[in-house]
């Protein structure tokens, strides 16, 4: 019987775990997509305390803590921080099997070197350790980022924002590059008219003119994109149900454009025909610039009205959707193709019924231009887990080329989410191992070893050329 997270975790074989110390433990991070916030990194804070950097933001813990049985209170309510904290230590043994679990403890030992289990009976000692460590430079976000090894890393940004924080971190000389993407969902959201007028109102102040049609409204997203470019942005993303993909006319969304304005009401057509223009001309920005763009599709957000009432968004009840993928990814993609401006894409799933689909899709568009050009990314939020990446894995292996995929993110909000790279990496380094040992895959250690390496570092790095970025 192995020892829980020793040295070879997750790695079964002889060859795996070869293949994990020797070509993929030491490589370096490029975390080309998360949600960091940008103020922290350029502050260069220290937290207060394991709470606050831990459990703030972490709907995956909130998630779970609610399925224990803890109060609301104890979760994103005014209890203290000591008293959160103690809530999660006496729901992490309840989280068995759960990837929490996994994560939980690596962290504990990736970060501040403690192997014991986090439990009620562990809870205080593990608490004023760790807060203690936090208190010391050596624990500010900064020095917490470079202690994982981390190269790049891209945050997800409004157009609205002036990234006056990205601007610091780049003057201040930062090792670690710390770049913009540009997040455009919400000058597309025509479901929500108020909060799209308000949008526009504010980027009437930020650019200091008027928006008064279409024509001047994508113009002045356009200066946002060249903002954002000339700031060393190379990436887009979006949250999406699914792409849009409608017919229409340029007069229709001119006429659907000051229909908004004047607040009137639009029907479900007009909204979808809306999204897929915007959608549209974003790709044609991002084709251009030489841009990445990243969708993430199949998320069903804010299920329980009353909870989003207390809580707001974000805070743990979103799941797994079931939209109809294929015919709206396969007409997005086909007219961008046509026209000779599809840019390199990603695209994330959420449902893993729809694996098989993104993959095969991706097949489709892929030009020779560029190893990989159309990816299926990695696996994503509820799939962010052994099973999930296992899947994610197999089924680029099977429908494409395991071996062009540009690797793993973190897609996170915490600052101690770096271990996961490293879980990407055990289990990766597994399913290569496993077919060597079983005669499934040569025992050619040196050219797996190399296509582990660009898995999870060089494919990255060629793919998104941060090297170029301003």
Request: aromatic share 12%.
């Amino acid at each position: 019987m192995k020892s829980f997270l020793n040295e070879d975790f997750l790695l079964e074989t002889k060859p795996a775990q070869r293949l994990y110390h020797e070509y993929a433990a030491g490589l370096p991070i490029i975390d080309y997509h998360c949600h960091l916030p940008p103020d922290e990194i350029a502050g260069d804070i220290n937290f207060e305390n394991l709470t606050r950097l831990w459990l703030f933001g972490d709907h995956y813990k909130w998630r779970a803590m609610r399925a224990n049985g803890i109060n609301e209170a104890y979760i994103t309510g005014n209890k203290s921080d000591w008293q959160k904290f103690e809530a999660w230590a006496a729901t992490v043994p309840y989280t068995l099997r759960n990837p929490l679990y996994h994560w939980t403890h690596l962290e504990l030992q990736r970060y501040f070197g403690i192997h014991e289990l986090l439990s009620p009976s562990t809870a205080r000692k593990i608490y004023d350790e760790c807060n203690e460590k936090l208190h010391s430079p050596e624990f500010s976000v900064r020095n917490l980022i470079k202690n994982r090894n981390v190269e790049v890393l891209c945050t997800t940004d409004d157009p609205l924002d002036n990234l006056s924080h990205h601007k610091k971190i780049k003057n201040d000389a930062y090792s670690v590059k710390v770049l913009p993407a540009f997040r455009p969902d919400k000058a597309m959201q025509a479901d929500d008219i108020q909060a799209l007028n308000s949008y526009i109102n504010q980027l009437e102040t930020i650019l200091g003119s008027d928006i008064c049609d279409l024509d001047t409204y994508l113009e002045a997203l356009k200066q946002r994109h060249n903002y954002f470019a000339a700031n060393g942005c190379s990436l887009s993303d979006h949250g999406l149900e699914q792409l849009y993909s409608a017919s229409y006319t340029e007069q229709e969304i001119r006429t659907i454009f000051l229909k908004l304005r004047s607040e009137k009401v639009l029907s479900h057509d007009d909204v979808i025909k809306f999204k897929s223009a915007m959608l549209y001309h974003f790709s044609v920005w991002d084709h251009e610039k030489g841009w990445v763009q990243q969708y993430h599709l199949g998320a069903l957000r804010d299920n329980n009205t009353r909870a989003l009432k207390g809580a707001g968004p974000n805070t743990g009840y979103d799941s797994i959707g079931d939209f109809s993928q294929a015919r709206p990814l396969s007409k997005f993609l086909n007219r961008l193709a046509a026209e000779g401006k599809l840019t390199k894409t990603i695209f994330y799933n959420l449902n893993p019924a729809d694996n098989e689909l993104i993959a095969s899709m991706a097949g489709n568009f892929n030009d020779g231009s560029i190893a990989g050009k159309i990816q299926f990314g990695s696996a994503w939020w509820f799939l962010d887990q052994k099973d999930g990446m296992t899947k994610q894995l197999n089924t680029l292996s099977n429908m494409g080329l395991l071996s062009r995929m540009v690797g793993m993110l973190t897609d996170s909000r915490s600052f101690l989410s770096y271990p996961r790279h490293e879980y990407f990496r055990r289990i990766l380094c597994n399913l290569f191992g496993n077919d060597i040992e079983s005669g499934e895959l040569p025992a050619d250690m040196e050219w797996t070893g190399k296509v582990v390496q660009d898995i999870c570092y060089y494919n990255a790095k060629h793919y998104f050329d941060f090297d170029k970025t301003k």
